[in-house]
């Protein structure tokens, strides 16, 4: 550490004339300090600096009728809901992904998808590339879960012949995976591979993505069958919450 020079400092003088100059320095120096830590706290980063999306996702289309069950009642029931539009009184749709173009944050490393009541639950699941699907029944009838790429490429077809087996798989690039079961034709699930931020709205057909850098961004929106009629783009701010309503369809 160098030496610190006092300019203007006197060398001789009273003790009271020393001491008032004593007084100065140390002043001088414990506000140099102070300005010091202040400037640490600013490169470390205050908190608050990033900003969130909020929003719903809504459509006009109506949900499809139940779909008759063509084997095993006893277990499916006479017939199950149809979930390729999943909507409610008020138009707010759920299963749609929102992904936040450019900004990365992987997904979750694992995830499970049962098969109940001869449907996958849940129907839609975000996934990292590398990750695991794990696979599981409640039913008492042999499933099938194929998962393929939007390609063809077959990831997996695995058998799952009773109750409580867990049976796991990789997939091992981004995309949208299509699930299917073979003995249950009418069975569909999707699997949205990412390593960008997204989310998956809810029954109320909302969504929130949290730890957004202040920027202006496009919003990437996916549903197995509705669109977004035009990009949407919108504008984040460190510390707020961004509000946007999806609207979807054909």
């Known amino acids: 550490m160098g030496r610190l020079s006092l300019v203007g400092v006197p060398r001789t003088g009273s003790r009271a004339t020393l001491g008032r100059w004593k007084t100065i320095v140390a002043t001088a120096i414990a506000a140099v300090i102070s300005l010091g830590l202040r400037a640490a706290d600013v490169d470390r980063g205050a908190p608050g600096t990033t900003g969130a999306i909020a929003g719903v996702a809504m459509t006009e289309e109506a949900g499809r009728p139940p779909i008759r069950a063509t084997i095993d009642p006893a277990v499916c029931g006479s017939a199950v809901p149809n979930e390729v539009i999943v909507v409610d009184g008020s138009g707010r749709l759920a299963n749609v992904v929102v992904t936040v173009a450019g900004v990365k944050a992987p997904a979750a490393d694992e995830v499970l998808v049962s098969n109940d009541k001869c449907r996958f639950v849940p129907r839609v699941s975000l996934l990292r590339p590398g990750g695991t699907v794990r ?73 929130r993505l949290d730890g957004i850098p202040a920027g202006t961004y496009d919003l990437r929106v996916w549903h197995e069958v509705l669109k977004a009629p035009a990009p949407v783009r919108v504008t984040v701010t460190d510390g707020e919450t961004t509000s946007v309503k999806l609207s979807l369809a054909k």
Do not use: K, Q
């Not at 393929?148 to 949208?176: H, K, Q, W, Y």
């Open 135 to 207: 696979m599981t029944s409640r039913d008492p009838v042999l499933h099938t879960m194929h998962a393929a790429a939007a390609d063809g490429r077959a990831f997996f077809n695995v058998g799952i012949p009773m109750p409580s087996i867990t049976l796991s798989r990789t997939i091992d690039r981004p995309g949208v995976v299509t699930l299917t079961c073979s003995t249950h034709t009418w069975m569909r699930g999707y699997l949205h591979v990412t390593d960008e931020r997204s989310a998956v709205t809810d029954a109320a057909g909302a969504f």
